[in-house]
Structures are given as C-alpha cells and as structure tokens.
C-alpha cells in the first residue's frame, strides 16, 4: 500500500504540550504494546506497518516538524516537506507528485491519504487493504472511508451512502450538522467522514497536470504558493461524481481536543504529580520538574510545560484556542533533529536555555550577530569547532562565543549544556549558518 | 507600647508560595494605603506605627526568618532571634529577656505579645492602647483579648469572660470546640481568643529567673533548648489565676489557610494569566514567568512558584499540609538579606540557579568542597572577590570557580548572575563561611 499521512496541526489545541513546533501528535500519551511511551504519530505508523509491513509511508508535513519526525520515527522514514504551511489540497498535489518523482509509483497504482491522527484500533488500517483493493480495481475516482456513528456527533462530517453495503456510492456530503439534524441523517444511513482519501495516482497527477502544468516534483515545490489554498474536500472531492464510501464499524476517534485526548491517555497522571482522594476524573500531564498538588479537582485537564499552565474544567477545554494564540509566545520546548532546548530563563537582556545533544549529532555550525554566548557543559563529552578550531570538551568546561564567531558543537556522547546568551536583541532570528569544511 | 511580635509559622500552609524559608506572612498579597504591594508583617507593623508612631516593636523569630523580615521592614527593626524552632513559652521567655538585656524595658512596663499574621483593622491595635493600660495600672496578672464572634468557628479557641463588660475577669477557656458547642458558649458570651497576651515584664521574667535562674538574653539564649517546648498558654496562661480579658469587637480574622488568604488578596490575579468567563470565584497567583490559562475553574485557588503549583477547590486546601510535608523539596526559591535565589534547573550533577544581588549588597566570603561554580554575570556591575583577589565584573563576564576557592561578589548595582553549579554531590550544606580581610 501507499499511504500518504498528513502531518498538520496547528499545535494550539493541545497547549501546552503542543506548541508552534511541536504539534499534538508528537506528545507521547499512548503506550505500545510493549508498554513504552508512544506519540499518535508513532501509533499510526506502527499499527500501518502491523498490518502491511511492506507499506510505502510517505509523511506530508512542513520543515519544521522534520526532526520530531525523524526523532520518533527514525531517519529513514519519507519525508515530503512542504515548503510553506498550506491546505490539504496543494500538500496532496505535491505529495502525490513526491510519490511519482522521488519514490518511483506507477500512475496505475492506489494512494490512501490519511490523516496523521485518527484514534484507531488497528483493524481500521486492516481495512485500508479493502480500499485499497477497491481503489485500484473500481470503476470509480476516489474512495472514501465512512465510520459507522455511534452517536450523533456535531464535530464530524458525515457522507451519505447509496445503500446499506460495504462498499456504495456516495449520495451527497453533509457538513456538521447540529445533534437534531446529525440524528436524522443517521437514522437515513450517514456515516461519519473519516478524512480518509484513495485514488489511483494518476488521476491526481491528471489534476496537478491541469493546475500547474507539471506533475515534477521539484516543479511544483517551486511553485507551491500558485496552487489554490483550499481543502482537498472541497477542490477535488465534492466536484467529483464517480465516489464510492467505504464502511467501517470499529473504534474511530479523533483526538482533537483535550477532552478526547485525556480519555486515551495511558495513565491518567503523567510527570510528578499529587491528587487527594477527592479529585474525580481529573488528568494531570507535568512535564515541568516541579511537583502539582490537586485537590478536590473534578473533571478537569492539569498540564504543565515550559510553555504554560493549563488550567481547565474537561468541557470548556476544546475553546482554548483564542486563548493561547493571544499568548503569542516564544517557543520554550522543541525537539531537534540533535536533540531537545528548553528555556529556562528570559530576562531583558540574558536568556538562559538547556540544551540536550543525542549522542553522534552536532548543532549546526552557525554564529549570531548581536549575542555573546556561553556554554556551560553540565555533562557528557563532545568536541566544538570555533571558527575552525576544534577542541574536546566534557563536563565542567566553559566555553564562551562573541557575536560573530561560528560555532558548533559535537556530542561523542549525550551531552548537556547550559546556554547563556547575553545581548540586548537576543532574537531566535538572529543566526547566520555556514559550512563546514574539512 | 512594647510589643513582641511572634513571627512563626511552619510554611507549609500557604504552599508553593510559602516554604521552609519563606513564610506566609512574607507574602505580598495585600496592598497599603499607597497601593503598593505589601506582606502580612510589613501590614502589621505599618498598622502599629500607625497607632503608636513610637511602638517599641521586636520581632521573635528564627535565624532563617532574618533575611527577610530586613528586607521587608529595613535594617533597623528589632529582631530576637530564636537559637532553634520551639513553641510560644520559650520564644516569650527569650524575647522578654531580650527586651530586658538589649533594650533596656524597664520590668514595671507592660509587653504586647501579639502574632505577627493577624489581619484586622487598625482599630484592632488601637485598642492595645487599653489593653496596654489596663495590664500596667491593674491587680492581674496577664491580660488577653477576646474577639466578638461573627459566626461559631470550629476554627478558633473561645475565652468565657465573667461579665459582659469590656474588660472583664477569665472564667474559663474553651479549645476548639464542635459548631454546636461553638453556638452553645457563643449563646452564653464566649469570645474568640485572639492569641494576644500582655503582661509587666517583671511578671514574665520572674517565671524566667523560676525555670532557668536568670533573666539575662544571652545566658537564656545558650539554655534555650532546656526551656519546656510548650504553648505559653498552656504553661502559664492556663495556670494563671489573675486574668482579664479585653473585648474587641472589630475586624479580625486569622489567615491560617489557603482559602481565608484568597478572600484578602488585593487582586484575585496575582501575575500571568487569563481566566475565561466561565471561571468563578476563582484566585490565581502565578510567580512562574510563564502563563496559567485557567478555563471553567469555579471555587478553586491556583499558585504556581519555582517550589510547585497547587490546583485546588477552595474548600480543601485546608487539607494539603500532609501532601506538602511528602514532597520533601529542597528550597527552589529564597529572599535573602543580600537578594533572592531562584533554583531554574536540577540534573543529576549540576543545578542551575538565578541570583539576584540588591545594589550595595554582597554574599557571604564562602568556598564550597565538592563542587565548582561558574558565574554568568547577565545584568549590572559590581567586584568579585576570589581567593583575597578583587576584580571588577560586569554583564558579559563569565567567572569560574573551582571547589576548594574562596568567593564573594559584591554588587555595585542591582547585579543578575546565572550561576552553574557542577560536581557529582551537590548539596545546600557544602559551603563553608571565611573571614574577608581587607
């Protein structure tokens, strides 16, 4: 199977775990069947390559999230990296033509594109080779994957199918409808609309061909921003009429709020926390090193990070959003394609921030313009290269580096460092990279 | 008037706000008349000196306490430091003799003994003018003020006067009773113990020249710890057959709790965060640098610090001091007489900590055994003192400090240091205090 997964995400709706880098589907809430922590990007992957161990995953996703990708994933996972922010139907132009370009995919053959976080049993991507199946043998351009309701949700679009079938044609779409109408239209047979698209690839690379005159990869990479930023739904789906939906009647959840997130988490309390016995269907998530202390919390979601403190009755959760985006702060977590910084300090004219290598990965070689900086290494061995000049270093060195010197530093082992900048424009912007020769 | 202030307290109460150095009573949550931010004793003795501009004020307290208690009231306050924690009979014995040594209080005068967290009106101290009186010029030996009750307590101990008169003799006294009981002793006159109890010097030293044969500061000072550990109630007032009481009707109201501290604070959001409309009731005091977004939280107080965050119904977090006594945290955050530390990182060998040195001010000459120290000078100027060598510093500075070396910096102005601890054994106590020639 191929299978594109769409890796969006604003990172707003999970605050504040999720961040502008860090979007919910890297948080890892879930265990693996071997009881280690997993992300819903690694869920997804895991359970697709259970099913299909052959399957040819490609992830569609900006810049980025690259190296939380190759973190949780590992680097030989296929990447197609979208050169701005855009909607779903310039990301599946682009990774269609990935798949044609850079990894070789007949036109005859099927494509599954798939959200990158559906709640699923793994019996719902058992049913992905149905699709598949139906994609490449039909008659028809585009299947789609309908979910049996198990109530009459407002947060969903629903497809109405033909008839009662596995496998029917598509009546017409209906977009969130309020509970009276949701409970009409599945009294009629409507099935939730799981985001799920398949066709064969040559019927969207027929489309790219009329949009923008090329089906190469690297073209259409160049000339993005010209593609029409609008839903694949809406471009593609709903102006087509040879639709067949596809039913399913398993466990389907998607985990677009706190509220739905905290019901699948592995445990209701993760990080150091305390809840007296009076605290009812509460969730707590710390990630900050510190201890929570909750008493007589009922049905609320507690998270804590170096972004922020959520505090929130479970209901009122999914209305964050307005909220966190007037917060309109820097970012104080990412994870790198090296490792992981975090901010421990800001202050008018210093920040101070912990920096973890990985073993074997190195900063870029880089310098800033208007700070100084000092690396305090806590622990661990490693090497720097200052404007040419390597040296090894390991715990309780110090390392300063004036505005304009290039630098970078390379763990031999895990390596952590404190950073402290100091300036009067400390500015995540200012950083030139340069190359690293010999 | 002489008044002893009891400054107390076991930090826990008021947790993360509070903790083993930094007690509730330190915490400015209230505002003076000039609208500036002020602490439970900085009020009290505003109030005093309102009454008596010439109120001779001591404050009886632990050596820890120090700091702060300059900090907040100047250098000049008096101060009694109690050689080791114990309960009110010694620490009154102490600072009676204290008064006596090193203030020169004549034994026929007459000394307020009063807590220093009591949160009245100015009527209150007021009418320790009368109190005051009254225990001068009267036949009895020790006088005490009951507060007119406005509902019955099962919070607060009861005195039953003899009459309904103002001041009146002590029938008995009644500890905390059941609410029934309460409206029972109420119905028959009882009166709130307000914990104040006044008496001629002489009278309270003779107990001390009876117990430990002196009544000099000093001799009591070394003794301390052979003086019974007992409430003064318990050991004198309760044995005490010459007794009055002085009735109050005004204002009074003892912040022991989270939930009676929410109700006087002067905003009920203290630092960053945003509640949304449907939050009720609700108090937020956040000293992290970070936001709290607080979303459908109805009769909850939330307090977050560098020690940890509380989320709790306002209800019960009268409970919490068992789950703070659990947690068993080092210090993450102090005033100090010279500034404030603030613990920003713990890894498994390094801690990373922000100072902040007041202009003028300086830290103890100290060398450390088993761990190096480098300074990150982020703001202001001032001198460093290493081994006996004094060397000008400024923002940008990078000092290194090995185990074993003598250190101090004195600050010139306001002066922010991020300073790295490194060593296998980190720990408060490795630090040894040296006389700085020169």
Redesign the interface.
């Known amino acids: 199977m191929n299978i594109i997964l769409l890796s969006g995400g604003s990172g707003k709706r999970l605050?504040?775990l999720s961040n502008e880098i860090r979007s919910k589907q890297f948080i890892k809430i879930f265990k693996n069947p071997e009881g280690e922590c997993e992300s819903m990007v690694q869920r997804v992957y895991r359970q697709i390559k259970e099913v299909d161990p052959d399957a040819n995953i490609t992830i569609a996703t900006s810049k980025k999230q690259v190296s939380v990708i190759n973190n949780q994933l590992g680097d030989s996972v296929s990447v197609c990296v979208e050169p701005s922010r855009r909607d779903t139907f310039p990301a599946i132009i682009l990774a269609s033509a990935y798949l044609k370009s850079k990894k070789n995919v007949s036109e005859d053959e099927a494509v599954i594109v798939c959200p990158v976080d559906p709640y699923v049993s793994t019996d719902y991507f058992r049913s992905f080779l149905k699709l598949y199946d139906m994609t490449v043998n039909g008659k028809h351009n585009i299947s789609l994957m309908g979910i049996e309701p198990t109530y009459p949700s407002e947060k969903y679009g629903y497809i109405m199918p033909a008839t009662k079938a596995e496998k029917a044609d598509v009546s017409y779409f209906i977009e969130k409808p309020d509970k009276l109408d949701a409970e009409k239209y599945i009294s009629q047979g409507a099935l939730w609309n799981g985001g799920i698209f398949a066709f064969r690839l040559g019927y969207i690379l027929d489309i790219a061909r009329k949009n923008i005159g090329s089906i190469d990869y690297d073209t259409i990479f160049e000339k993005y921003d010209e593609l029409k930023n609008i839903s694949f739904d809406y471009e593609v789906v709903e102006k087509e009429d040879a639709l067949k939906v596809m039913r399913f009647s398993g466990e389907w959840k998607d985990i677009g709020s706190w509220n739905t997130f905290a019901e699948e988490m592995y445990d209701k309390v993760i990080g150091k926390a305390?809840l007296?016995d009076?605290c009812l269907n509460t969730n707590v998530v710390?990630y900050?090193?510190?201890?929570?202390?909750?008493?007589?919390?009922?049905d609320?979601i507690?998270a804590?990070s170096?972004?922020?403190?959520?505090?929130?009755?479970k209901?009122?959760?999914s209305?964050?959003k307005p909220?966190?985006n007037?917060?309109n702060?820097q970012v104080?977590y990412a994870e790198k394609s090296w490792g992981t910084f975090t901010v421990?300090?800001?202050?008018?004219?210093?920040m101070?921030i912990?920096v973890e290598l990985l073993p074997g990965h190195s900063l870029h070689y880089h310098s800033h313009n208007l700070r100084?900086e000092?690396w305090?290494v806590?622990?661990g061995t490693g090497r720097t290269i200052i404007d040419g000049k390597e040296n090894t270093v390991h715990?309780?060195d110090?390392i300063?580096l004036k505005a304009g010197c290039r630098h970078t530093i390379i763990a031999d082992t895990e390596l952590?460092i404190?950073e402290?900048q100091?300036g009067t424009d400390i500015d995540v912007n200012d950083k030139e990279k340069h190359v690293l020769y010999g």
């Not at 900050?288 to 009922?298: A, D, R, T, Y």
């Not at 170096?306 to 009755?313: A, E, K, Q, R, Y």
């Not at 421990?344 to 210093?350: F, I, K, M, P």
């Open positions: 605050w504040p305390v007296d009076a710390n900050l090193n510190i201890p929570v202390l909750c008493m007589g919390c009922k609320m507690i804590a170096s972004d922020g403190i959520l505090v929130s009755d209901e009122h959760s209305y964050m909220y966190v007037a917060f702060q104080m421990l300090d800001v202050q008018e004219n210093s101070t912990r100084d000092v305090n806590v622990s715990a309780g110090v300063s952590r404190i402290v100091f």
